[in-house]
């Protein structure tokens, strides 16, 4: 497995930290959020011991679980700092993300009703998005 | 659970499911006499309502008008709300039924839950949120939406991951994982279903490309994209990346009136209006112009109001309606979507939209159908309940009703009408047990505290961290121990809570506290629970003054916790000076005449008149003419083929017989006064105005009736081949065989309906000419029958007989306003020219019987206008007091109208309307006093300039000027809306509880900022 990784890193030669600094940025959010915390924290004792209702979680049922989860943070975090120097369309926080315009869509329900994005304003028919950074 | 009275019968009800039908009917019996147990399957109630942004014809904002309902029947101390429960099964016979639940778990308990919304914030797995129709997610911890009654969490246990976190965060200490399924027992005298419909799924239409384009959305969609409370705010956006769009199309007919993709022949009845209304609204959210086109076979807008609304949208609005059959909806480039279609005259078109709105039908739901089979109800072929016209609530199970969607696809008035007539039905057998199970709360006297200085207690609300986690509530607190006349502060964690009700009560006792200000959250909803409380501690419940620092204040600047915290200081001081002036107030209770009054002596009146009777209430039932039985007499048949004549007969020998009837043929109203409860009418005969009888009465039910109007086109009146509607079913009774001989009989639709000096559409004419068209056929079948409509209004199950109709060779062609048929006898015989569009022609067909469906008028009503003070619409329909959630009360307490008078309508929607008039009054009628609120307009007479600009102010007619040459409000009369007080040039008019010296304090308190100023009384 180790070699397995290694030639996989040679292959991908030197890592660009610049051009990647919004993927980790995103990263290191996704990685402080509450939920994901929660749910890795969460995991060996909800699969191994039980939960709330005396049940053990399927462990495959649980890593997909937590697979979308951190998917999901992952991609709000990518739009969270994309709005970072300023209020985006759907389509423009999609050319930023690489995330797909229909997701970007969803996941700012997300956002704006966790507080953390909201409408800032209109050109003409499009919407354009804002962070909101206390 | 409700224990068995003494008497043989039960006197409480049953109502499964809780929408707004539900809610009404819960609301008429709680009010009548009878505890009811109100169930239903989800965590709360409200049903498909809360989910709407605006409702048709009046665009009032549906959670709004709903919102006071759920309040309601979530206080009412005799409707026990059972959520997150199922019926099993039922046991018994009318009343006496056992019902057998299964009470679901919901992990959260709701009578600990205080709605804070800690655990949603913090849950770290989510679901499809049902309510916003799978638009967005919501936590495994949720509500359905803020409004929600009751106002407590559940678990989505099939979302939880069971991780405990909730459990950690609630303060309240409201979870409660080890709750299991329950099964419970009732013991109730009737039972009333209200189960609603469920939306039709369009996802295996594959042709509208509903299921893999997210810009294709159901109705009931569009309705969360318009809603404030939806997932885009309210903004007019498209799912697929959130742009405004150019362009929507609504495509009419999906699940309804379709044989073809799925079963459900019949129309929903309700689809027109709430596309066209989605259209309006959408082009009034839509920040640059919108584009909006209704694809439509007929455009059914038959309701009160409705087609005035239709044509305001397409001549005000702009919205486009395409007559057409839509072939396909295909996806194009940026999220677009080209319709391809066929119009009326048969060719193929296509048109690109940015979004597509599926107008779907209504069906009982799979867990309805299964309910109605496990408690034996007959159901009709497309699984609703079967009713007969004449008993249009009664199920085949005896002692168990029906109203609202179950019955048949119907609006939201419809609907509120059946719930209050299966009130009415469900009451009739249990008027025994009247007041025998309900709860009346006994309170201690209160304490007199004129002459006392104020001392103002301050309870400060952290919600939680609604208000907590924005605003410094130790810092509000703090600052109003400061305030003048304080005498004592505290926070609380949710001062809603049964401790801390607890907690103010010991405090009042032990502070002598004689004024009390809450600062939390709306006093729409908690207002009432604090003035309860307080009284409960022996004040009188006027005493009490609300702050709202959550929804006016934290929830609107999260963001800004040092404004939030000064401006609910601002808004604390601002409560605690109007409190300091608050007086006590006494509210009137006065003893009733529990005697009706019946105007009017068709179907409805007399429906209305034995439904109280049988009640046993005295009716006093007034008809104009001599004989009973009104347009019905006229009439053979219901659609759906029931015999009319047998029906009245039973129903005038009924009403001549009953021993709580006093019958007052030839009479008419002249004149009353008084106000509900107390009503003094005076009667007159018709032909001797010398012999007057004054009635004394608690209620009036107007049912003054309506009539045929006279054609004064297609040579009606000049050839005797020209008939009206009314008169060919009075031929037909008479002796169908004279019509065996007509080889070509022709039926005009519309005739004095839906044209620019009556711009209603007669909504029973359709279904009428098509019912005689059919009996013609029958008559002889090789007759040629032709039916020239603008749109065919055959909505609900009615649809089952337009296309029986057409099965029978009958054949209908539309015609326009603008091309009307052209009537001549020239030649001998009837000729009808008329444009058919399809062919693209004129044709002209020989007719040897011409049949006019004349619009229904309302009959002429002067004396009760006048003498009732009731208000009619511009084409002489009573007016009634809320379009949606009143329509069977006028705005005046104790009138009530039911019939033709209200609106034209069919046998079935009179009989039931005339019950659910029956059941509002018996809300009246069943209690032996009536108590009135204290918030009164009050004239001081010194001051008055006898100007009148009150009694042209006040919306419900109260102000009059009195003996002694002054303006008097009675205070039974009065609304206590303010309109007289603000008009008053005199200011000879106070409201009590919103003076001008409490009003100003208040105001200027809240514009002090200085503490020292306030403390300076300044």
Same mark, same amino acid.
């Given at each position: 497995m180790v070699t397995e990784l290694t030639e996989l890193v040679q292959t991908m030669g030197p890592f660009d930290a610049e051009a990647n600094k919004m993927a980790l940025a995103a990263v290191l959010r996704t990685l402080e959020t509450e939920t994901v915390r929660w749910l890795m924290g969460m995991q060996r004792e909800l699969t191994e011991k039980g939960n709330v209702y005396g049940e053990k979680v399927k462990a495959d049922a649980y890593m997909k679980l937590l697979d979308e989860t951190i998917r999901s943070e992952y991609q709000k975090s990518l739009i969270y700092l994309s709005l970072q120097d300023g209020p985006l369309s759907v389509r423009e926080i999609d050319s930023r993300t690489n995330i797909g315009i229909q997701t970007v869509s969803n996941l700012l329900s997300d956002l704006e009703g966790r507080g953390q994005v909201e409408l800032h304003g209109y050109e003409g028919r499009t919407p354009k998005f804002a962070g909101i950074f206390l | 659970m409700a224990a068995k009275s003494g008497n043989s019968k039960v006197g409480s009800v049953m109502v499964v499911g809780a929408g707004i039908a539900g809610i009404q009917a819960s609301l008429d019996l709680a009010e009548s006499g009878f505890y009811v147990h109100l169930v239903d399957a989800s965590p709360s109630i409200g049903g498909l309502m809360p989910q709407l942004d605006k409702t048709f014809p009046t665009n009032d904002c549906s959670m709004c008008i709903v919102s006071p309902k759920l309040v309601d029947a979530g206080r009412h101390l005799n409707i026990n709300i059972i959520s997150n429960t199922e019926v099993d099964f039922v046991e018994g016979e009318v009343g006496n039924f056992t019902a057998h639940l299964v009470n679901h778990p919901r992990f959260i308990d709701p009578v600990k839950c205080t709605g804070c919304g800690v655990c949603k914030q913090h849950c770290p797995v989510t679901a499809v949120n049902e309510f916003n129709e799978g638009l967005d997610r919501r936590a495994a911890t949720y509500i359905k939406y803020p409004q929600a009654v009751p106002l407590a969490y559940a678990i989505d246990r099939e979302t939880c991951i069971g991780c405990g976190l909730c459990e950690k965060l609630c303060l309240a200490k409201a979870v409660v994982y080890a709750e299991e399924e329950r099964r419970s027992t009732l013991e109730v005298g009737a039972i009333i279903l209200a189960p609603g419909n469920e939306v039709f799924d369009p996802t295996a239409f594959d042709t509208y490309s509903y299921a893999h384009h997210p810009n294709v959305v159901t109705s009931l969609e569009f309705e969360r994209i318009l809603s404030a409370s939806g997932p885009y705010q309210g903004h007019l956006m498209r799912p697929y990346d959130r742009e405004e769009p150019k362009s929507v199309a609504w495509l009419q007919c999906v699940g309804s009136?379709? #044989?073809?993709? +799925? %079963?459900?022949?019949? +129309? *929903?009845?309700?689809c027109c209006m709430y596309a066209i209304k989605e259209a309006v609204i959408a082009k009034e959210h839509s920040h640059e112009p919108l584009d909006t086109a209704i694809f439509f076979m007929d455009m059914r807008t038959y309701g009160k109001d409705f087609e005035k609304y239709y044509e305001r949208a397409r001549e005000e609005h702009g919205v486009r309606f395409i007559r057409s059959r839509v072939h396909t909806v295909d996806p194009v480039e940026e999220g677009r979507l080209k319709i391809i279609y066929t119009d009326e005259e048969g060719k193929s078109l296509e048109e690109e939209f940015d979004m597509v709105v599926l107008s779907s039908g209504f069906q009982p739901s799979k867990r309805t159908v299964e309910l109605a089979e496990r408690l034996g109800i007959e159901l009709n072929e497309h699984n609703f309940a079967e009713t007969s016209s004449f008993e249009p609530v009664k199920t085949s199970r005896e002692g168990i009703f029906v109203c609202g969607a179950f019955r048949d696809p119907k609006d939201i008035p419809i609907s509120v009408m059946e719930a209050s007539a299966a009130a009415a039905a469900a009451a009739a057998p249990l008027v025994e047990s009247r007041f025998t199970l309900t709860k009346t709360k006994e309170l201690p006297a209160e304490r007199l505290v004129a002459g006392e200085e104020p001392r103002v207690g301050v309870f400060v609300c952290n919600c939680g961290i609604n208000i907590g986690g924005y605003a410094d509530v130790p810092a509000v607190r703090d600052y109003a121990r400061n305030l003048p006349n304080v005498v004592h502060v505290e926070d609380n964690l949710f001062t809603c809570s049964q401790d801390t009700q607890e907690k103010i009560r010991e405090v009042i006792k032990e502070k002598d506290i004689n004024r009390v200000v809450v600062a939390s959250c709306s006093p729409r909803t908690h207002e009432p629970m604090f003035q309860e409380t307080i009284r409960e501690a022996g004040l009188n419940k006027y005493l009490f003054e609300m702050a709202? #620092?959550? $929804?006016?204040d934290t929830w609107v600047h999260q963001n800004d916790p040092q404004g939030a915290t000064q401006k609910a200081k601002d808004l604390v001081r601002s409560a605690v000076a109007k409190a300091a002036l608050l007086d006590p107030l006494e509210q009137t209770v006065l003893g009733l005449n529990k005697v009706a009054l019946v105007v009017g002596g068709g179907v409805a009146g007399m429906v209305a008149a034995l439904s109280l009777a049988d009640q046993g209430f005295p009716v006093h039932l007034v008809e104009k003419t001599g004989e009973l039985g009104g347009n019905a007499l006229k009439l053979r048949k219901t659609w759906k083929g029931e015999d009319i004549g047998s029906y009245v007969k039973d129903l005038v020998a009924r009403v001549q017989s009953h021993e709580h009837i006093t019958l007052h043929t030839n009479t008419q109203v002249v004149a009353n006064t008084g106000f509900v409860g107390n009503f003094d009418t005076i009667l007159e005969k018709v032909d001797d105005p010398e012999q007057k009888t004054t009635v004394q009465h608690g209620v009036s039910i107007v049912a003054t009736g309506g009539k045929e109007s006279r054609p004064t086109e297609y040579l009606y009146g000049e050839d005797d081949r020209v008939l009206t509607a009314l008169e060919l079913d009075s031929r037909l009774k008479e002796d169908g065989n004279g019509f065996k001989n007509v080889n070509r009989a022709v039926f005009i639709q519309c005739v004095g309906s839906r044209e620019p000096e009556r711009p209603y559409c007669s909504k029973i004419c359709c279904t009428h000419s098509i019912e005689s068209a059919l009996q013609l056929k029958e008559l002889n079948p090789d007759m040629n029958v032709y039916i020239l409509y603008r749109d065919i209004r055959t909505y609900g199950f009615r649809e089952e007989l337009y296309k029986k109709a057409r099965a029978k060779g009958i054949i209908f062609i539309r015609y326009s306003l603008e091309r009307k048929p052209q009537v001549s006898n020239g030649s001998g015989s009837l000729q009808v020219q008329v444009y058919d569009p399809i062919l693209g022609r004129d044709l002209v067909i020989p007719a040897d019987a011409l049949v006019l469906a004349s619009a229904v008028l309302p009959n002429e009503a002067k004396e009760v206008v006048r003498a009732l003070k009731v208000n009619q619409n511009a084409e002489g329909f009573f007016l009634e007091a809320?379009?949606?959630?009143?329509?069977? $009360?006028?705005? *005046? %307490?104790g009138l009530f109208l039911c019939g033709l008078a209200h609106y034209p309508k069919s046998i079935d929607e009179a009989i039931a309307q005339a019950q659910a008039a029956a059941a509002r009054a018996a809300t009246v009628l069943a209690k032996d006093v009536i108590t009135l609120g204290a918030v009164k307009a009050v004239v001081e007479p010194d001051k008055c300039a006898v100007c009148l600009t009150c009694v042209r102010t006040c919306p419900f007619g109260v102000p009059y000027i009195g003996e002694d040459g002054y303006a008097v409000i009675d205070p039974a009369g009065c609304h206590g809306c303010g309109a007289c007080v603000a008009e008053c040039p005199g200011k000879a008019i106070s409201l009590q509880h919103f003076t001008d010296k409490q009003l100003i304090a208040k105001t200027e308190a809240l514009l002090l900022k200085e503490i020292g100023e306030a403390a300076a009384g300044k």
């Amino acid at each position: 497995m180790v070699t397995e990784l290694t030639e996989l890193v040679q292959t991908m030669g030197p890592f660009d930290a610049e051009a990647n600094k919004m993927a980790l940025a995103a990263v290191l959010r996704t990685l402080e959020t509450e939920t994901v915390r929660w749910l890795m924290g969460m995991q060996r004792e909800l699969t191994e011991k039980g939960n709330v209702y005396g049940e053990k979680v399927k462990a495959d049922a649980y890593m997909k679980l937590l697979d979308e989860t951190i998917r999901s943070e992952y991609q709000k975090s990518l739009i969270y700092l994309s709005l970072q120097d300023g209020p985006l369309s759907v389509r423009e926080i999609d050319s930023r993300t690489n995330i797909g315009i229909q997701t970007v869509s969803n996941l700012l329900s997300d956002l704006e009703g966790r507080g953390q994005v909201e409408l800032h304003g209109y050109e003409g028919r499009t919407p354009k998005f804002a962070g909101i950074f206390l | 659970m409700a224990a068995k009275s003494g008497n043989s019968k039960v006197g409480s009800v049953m109502v499964v499911g809780a929408g707004i039908a539900g809610i009404q009917a819960s609301l008429d019996l709680a009010e009548s006499g009878f505890y009811v147990h109100l169930v239903d399957a989800s965590p709360s109630i409200g049903g498909l309502m809360p989910q709407l942004d605006k409702t048709f014809p009046t665009n009032d904002c549906s959670m709004c008008i709903v919102s006071p309902k759920l309040v309601d029947a979530g206080r009412h101390l005799n409707i026990n709300i059972i959520s997150n429960t199922e019926v099993d099964f039922v046991e018994g016979e009318v009343g006496n039924f056992t019902a057998h639940l299964v009470n679901h778990p919901r992990f959260i308990d709701p009578v600990k839950c205080t709605g804070c919304g800690v655990c949603k914030q913090h849950c770290p797995v989510t679901a499809v949120n049902e309510f916003n129709e799978g638009l967005d997610r919501r936590a495994a911890t949720y509500i359905k939406y803020p409004q929600a009654v009751p106002l407590a969490y559940a678990i989505d246990r099939e979302t939880c991951i069971g991780c405990g976190l909730c459990e950690k965060l609630c303060l309240a200490k409201a979870v409660v994982y080890a709750e299991e399924e329950r099964r419970s027992t009732l013991e109730v005298g009737a039972i009333i279903l209200a189960p609603g419909n469920e939306v039709f799924d369009p996802t295996a239409f594959d042709t509208y490309s509903y299921a893999h384009h997210p810009n294709v959305v159901t109705s009931l969609e569009f309705e969360r994209i318009l809603s404030a409370s939806g997932p885009y705010q309210g903004h007019l956006m498209r799912p697929y990346d959130r742009e405004e769009p150019k362009s929507v199309a609504w495509l009419q007919c999906v699940g309804s009136r379709d #044989i073809n993709h +799925c %079963d459900n022949g019949y +129309c *929903s009845a309700v689809c027109c209006m709430y596309a066209i209304k989605e259209a309006v609204i959408a082009k009034e959210h839509s920040h640059e112009p919108l584009d909006t086109a209704i694809f439509f076979m007929d455009m059914r807008t038959y309701g009160k109001d409705f087609e005035k609304y239709y044509e305001r949208a397409r001549e005000e609005h702009g919205v486009r309606f395409i007559r057409s059959r839509v072939h396909t909806v295909d996806p194009v480039e940026e999220g677009r979507l080209k319709i391809i279609y066929t119009d009326e005259e048969g060719k193929s078109l296509e048109e690109e939209f940015d979004m597509v709105v599926l107008s779907s039908g209504f069906q009982p739901s799979k867990r309805t159908v299964e309910l109605a089979e496990r408690l034996g109800i007959e159901l009709n072929e497309h699984n609703f309940a079967e009713t007969s016209s004449f008993e249009p609530v009664k199920t085949s199970r005896e002692g168990i009703f029906v109203c609202g969607a179950f019955r048949d696809p119907k609006d939201i008035p419809i609907s509120v009408m059946e719930a209050s007539a299966a009130a009415a039905a469900a009451a009739a057998p249990l008027v025994e047990s009247r007041f025998t199970l309900t709860k009346t709360k006994e309170l201690p006297a209160e304490r007199l505290v004129a002459g006392e200085e104020p001392r103002v207690g301050v309870f400060v609300c952290n919600c939680g961290i609604n208000i907590g986690g924005y605003a410094d509530v130790p810092a509000v607190r703090d600052y109003a121990r400061n305030l003048p006349n304080v005498v004592h502060v505290e926070d609380n964690l949710f001062t809603c809570s049964q401790d801390t009700q607890e907690k103010i009560r010991e405090v009042i006792k032990e502070k002598d506290i004689n004024r009390v200000v809450v600062a939390s959250c709306s006093p729409r909803t908690h207002e009432p629970m604090f003035q309860e409380t307080i009284r409960e501690a022996g004040l009188n419940k006027y005493l009490f003054e609300m702050a709202n #620092i959550r $929804d006016q204040d934290t929830w609107v600047h999260q963001n800004d916790p040092q404004g939030a915290t000064q401006k609910a200081k601002d808004l604390v001081r601002s409560a605690v000076a109007k409190a300091a002036l608050l007086d006590p107030l006494e509210q009137t209770v006065l003893g009733l005449n529990k005697v009706a009054l019946v105007v009017g002596g068709g179907v409805a009146g007399m429906v209305a008149a034995l439904s109280l009777a049988d009640q046993g209430f005295p009716v006093h039932l007034v008809e104009k003419t001599g004989e009973l039985g009104g347009n019905a007499l006229k009439l053979r048949k219901t659609w759906k083929g029931e015999d009319i004549g047998s029906y009245v007969k039973d129903l005038v020998a009924r009403v001549q017989s009953h021993e709580h009837i006093t019958l007052h043929t030839n009479t008419q109203v002249v004149a009353n006064t008084g106000f509900v409860g107390n009503f003094d009418t005076i009667l007159e005969k018709v032909d001797d105005p010398e012999q007057k009888t004054t009635v004394q009465h608690g209620v009036s039910i107007v049912a003054t009736g309506g009539k045929e109007s006279r054609p004064t086109e297609y040579l009606y009146g000049e050839d005797d081949r020209v008939l009206t509607a009314l008169e060919l079913d009075s031929r037909l009774k008479e002796d169908g065989n004279g019509f065996k001989n007509v080889n070509r009989a022709v039926f005009i639709q519309c005739v004095g309906s839906r044209e620019p000096e009556r711009p209603y559409c007669s909504k029973i004419c359709c279904t009428h000419s098509i019912e005689s068209a059919l009996q013609l056929k029958e008559l002889n079948p090789d007759m040629n029958v032709y039916i020239l409509y603008r749109d065919i209004r055959t909505y609900g199950f009615r649809e089952e007989l337009y296309k029986k109709a057409r099965a029978k060779g009958i054949i209908f062609i539309r015609y326009s306003l603008e091309r009307k048929p052209q009537v001549s006898n020239g030649s001998g015989s009837l000729q009808v020219q008329v444009y058919d569009p399809i062919l693209g022609r004129d044709l002209v067909i020989p007719a040897d019987a011409l049949v006019l469906a004349s619009a229904v008028l309302p009959n002429e009503a002067k004396e009760v206008v006048r003498a009732l003070k009731v208000n009619q619409n511009a084409e002489g329909f009573f007016l009634e007091a809320h379009m949606k959630l009143r329509p069977v $009360d006028f705005g *005046s %307490d104790g009138l009530f109208l039911c019939g033709l008078a209200h609106y034209p309508k069919s046998i079935d929607e009179a009989i039931a309307q005339a019950q659910a008039a029956a059941a509002r009054a018996a809300t009246v009628l069943a209690k032996d006093v009536i108590t009135l609120g204290a918030v009164k307009a009050v004239v001081e007479p010194d001051k008055c300039a006898v100007c009148l600009t009150c009694v042209r102010t006040c919306p419900f007619g109260v102000p009059y000027i009195g003996e002694d040459g002054y303006a008097v409000i009675d205070p039974a009369g009065c609304h206590g809306c303010g309109a007289c007080v603000a008009e008053c040039p005199g200011k000879a008019i106070s409201l009590q509880h919103f003076t001008d010296k409490q009003l100003i304090a208040k105001t200027e308190a809240l514009l002090l900022k200085e503490i020292g100023e306030a403390a300076a009384g300044k």
